[in-house]
């Protein structure tokens, strides 16, 4: 600098085969549950599971797309369609570059964004839609034995994969599920609790 002081240079690595976080537009906390180093010393397979936020919106809207988070709205009316949230150029990617075949949704609240009546399918055409409502509360990791059996016979299936499962946000419940993937297949500690 011009007052003769220096600062210090430093480098970093970044691992060429590590965790990926995706671009999936209209889709938050988007990541590939692979890519993690094991005890064996082999890294989990990346392509297969991946892990986000929800696709569709969670909570019924008013006819100005608000939140209505009051049920004795009298003014509310159900909408007639699922409010996508993933975009067009979001769903060329699941699709497109992923080959996403079935989308595990976690949650529980308000039939998951989809209106009284209304099938439950995916949002993204050609996604498999299965829906494993889980309790997001401190002790879900017992709370939800049925549905984390249920979760492990369908990854069982080779035929549902590529796989993506969320809950809402993809922080609890879908924590917890990866945290779960990740000790079967062998991660540390360490790195379980960085990506949960």
Not at 148 to 170: R, T
Not at 175 to 187: E, P, Q, T
Request: proline content about 3%.
């Amino acid at each position: 600098s011009a007052d003769g002081e220096e600062s210090k240079i430093g480098t970093f690595t970044t691992a060429s085969d590590g965790p990926r976080n995706l671009y999936v537009d209209g889709v938050t906390n988007f990541r590939d549950v692979g890519g993690w180093m094991t005890a064996s010393g082999k890294r989990m397979k990346q392509g297969i599971i991946y892990r986000s936020a929800r696709w569709n919106a969670s909570y019924r809207l008013d006819d100005n797309g608000n939140e209505v988070t009051d049920g004795k709205d009298v003014n509310y009316e159900e909408p007639s369609t699922v409010v996508a949230e993933i975009t067009a150029a979001g769903k060329s990617v699941i699709i497109g570059q992923l080959g996403i075949r079935t989308e595990v949704d976690f949650r529980l609240d308000n039939r998951n964004g989809y209106p009284e009546g209304a099938p439950l399918v995916s949002v993204v055409d050609g996604v498999n839609y299965v829906a494993i409502p889980m309790k997001g509360s401190s002790d879900m990791h017992t709370a939800n034995d049925a549905q984390l059996k249920q979760l492990m016979e369908l990854l069982a299936d080779s035929n549902n994969y590529p796989v993506v499962y969320h809950c809402n946000i993809g922080t609890d419940r879908t924590g917890m599920v990866s945290y779960i993937i990740g000790a079967l297949c062998g991660m540390s500690e360490e790195d379980l609790l960085r990506d949960y």
